[in-house]
C-alpha cells in the first residue's frame, strides 16, 4: 500500500527529527545556555500544551481537505522552528531566544501528527487497524533511537564534547540542521506520495482525538 509506506516513511524521518531535538536541544540549554536541569526540560512544556490544544483541530481539518498539505506544511513549520533555535546560546533567555523556537516547532507538530496517525490507519482494512498502529509506533520508536544514536557522531558530538561549551555549541548547529533537513524530507514524501485514503464509516475517528506524540504516534485502540 503506497500511502500506507508514505506515511510511515515520514514517520520515520519525523521522529528521527524530534529524537534529536529533544535530546540535543536540552543539552544545549544546559551546557551552552546555562540553564538549570529543571528549567531546561520545562522550557519544551509549550510543545506539550501546543499538540493537545490545537491536535484536534487540525486532524478535523485533515479530514476535510486531506492530509497531504498538513502533513507537507506542518514538517516544514517544524523546520522553521528549528532553524530558529540556532539562536539559542550563551546567555540566551527563554522568552526571547527559546519561546519564539519552540512555539513555531510546536504549531508544525500539532499540525503534523494526527493527519499522520490518520493516513496509516486509513490506508490499512479496519481489521488490521492494530497492527498497522504497531508498524507505525515501532518505526517511530525506532527512528528516535537511531537518530539519538548517529546524529550527534555525524554532528561531531563526542565524548568531553558534552562538558565543553563551545564543542557542543557548534555541534548543536550541525545537529539542527540535519533534523530541520529531515522534517523537509518528509515534507516532501508526503507532498509526492500521500494521498486521501478511503476508511470505513465505523471507524474511530481518531484525527478528532488529542494527540501529543511526541515520542511515538498515538497508538489506536482495537474497539471503540
Same mark, same amino acid.
Given at each position: 500500500?503506497?500511502? /500506507?509506506?508514505?506515511?510511515?516513511?515520514?514517520?520515520?524521518?519525523?521522529?528521527?527529527?524530534l529524537?534529536?531535538? /529533544?535530546?540535543?536541544?536540552?543539552?544545549?540549554?544546559?551546557?551552552?545556555?546555562?540553564?538549570?536541569?529543571?528549567?531546561?526540560?520545562?522550557?519544551l512544556?509549550?510543545?506539550?500544551?501546543?499538540?493537545?490544544?490545537?491536535?484536534?483541530?487540525?486532524?478535523?481539518?485533515?479530514?476535510?481537505?486531506?492530509?497531504?498539505?498538513?502533513?507537507?506544511?506542518?514538517?516544514?513549520?517544524?523546520?522553521?522552528?528549528?532553524?530558529?533555535? =540556532?539562536?539559542?546560546?550563551p546567555?540566551?533567555?527563554? =522568552?526571547?531566544?527559546?519561546?519564539?523556537?519552540?512555539?513555531?516547532?510546536?504549531?508544525?507538530?500539532?499540525?503534523?501528527?494526527?493527519?499522520?496517525?490518520?493516513?496509516?490507519?486509513?490506508?490499512?482494512?479496519?481489521?488490521?487497524?492494530?497492527?498497522?498502529?504497531g508498524?507505525?509506533?515501532?518505526?517511530?520508536r525506532?527512528?528516535g533511537?537511531?537518530?539519538v544514536?548517529?546524529?550527534?557522531?555525524?554532528?561531531?558530538?563526542?565524548?568531553?564534547?558534552?562538558?565543553?561549551?563551545?564543542? /557542543?555549541?557548534?555541534?548543536?548547529r550541525?545537529a539542527?540542521m540535519?533534523?530541520?533537513?529531515? =522534517?523537509?524530507?518528509?515534507?516532501?514524501?508526503? /507532498?509526492?506520495?500521500?494521498?486521501?485514503?478511503?476508511?470505513p464509516?465505523?471507524?474511530?475517528?481518531?484525527?478528532?482525538?488529542?494527540h501529543?506524540?511526541?515520542?511515538?504516534?498515538?497508538?489506536?485502540?482495537?474497539?471503540?
Amino acid at each position: 500500500n503506497r500511502v /500506507f509506506s508514505a506515511a510511515n516513511a515520514a514517520t520515520l524521518l519525523i521522529y528521527g527529527a524530534l529524537g534529536v531535538v /529533544f535530546l540535543i536541544l536540552v543539552l544545549q540549554l544546559q551546557v551552552v545556555a546555562g540553564f538549570g536541569p529543571l528549567a531546561a526540560g520545562t522550557s519544551l512544556l509549550p510543545v506539550t500544551l501546543i499538540m493537545l490544544t490545537f491536535s484536534a483541530r487540525a486532524g478535523a481539518l485533515a479530514g476535510r481537505i486531506g492530509p497531504r498539505l498538513p502533513m507537507t506544511v506542518g514538517p516544514l513549520v517544524s523546520a522553521c522552528g528549528l532553524l530558529l533555535a =540556532l539562536r539559542i546560546g550563551p546567555g540566551a533567555t527563554w =522568552l526571547l531566544d527559546v519561546l519564539p523556537a519552540v512555539l513555531v516547532f510546536g504549531a508544525g507538530l500539532a499540525l503534523t501528527v494526527a493527519p499522520l496517525t490518520a493516513t496509516v490507519l486509513a490506508a490499512a482494512p479496519d481489521r488490521y487497524a492494530g497492527s498497522a498502529s504497531g508498524v507505525n509506533n515501532a518505526v517511530a520508536r525506532a527512528a528516535g533511537l537511531l537518530a539519538v544514536a548517529v546524529v550527534p557522531v555525524i554532528a561531531g558530538i563526542a565524548g568531553r564534547d558534552y562538558t565543553d561549551p563551545a564543542a /557542543f555549541a557548534s555541534g548543536f548547529r550541525t545537529a539542527m540542521m540535519i533534523a530541520a533537513g529531515l =522534517l523537509a524530507a518528509a515534507a516532501a514524501v508526503s /507532498f509526492a506520495l500521500v494521498r486521501r485514503a478511503s476508511a470505513p464509516p465505523e471507524r474511530l475517528r481518531i484525527e478528532d482525538c488529542a494527540h501529543c506524540g511526541v515520542t511515538s504516534p498515538q497508538a489506536y485502540p482495537a474497539t471503540n
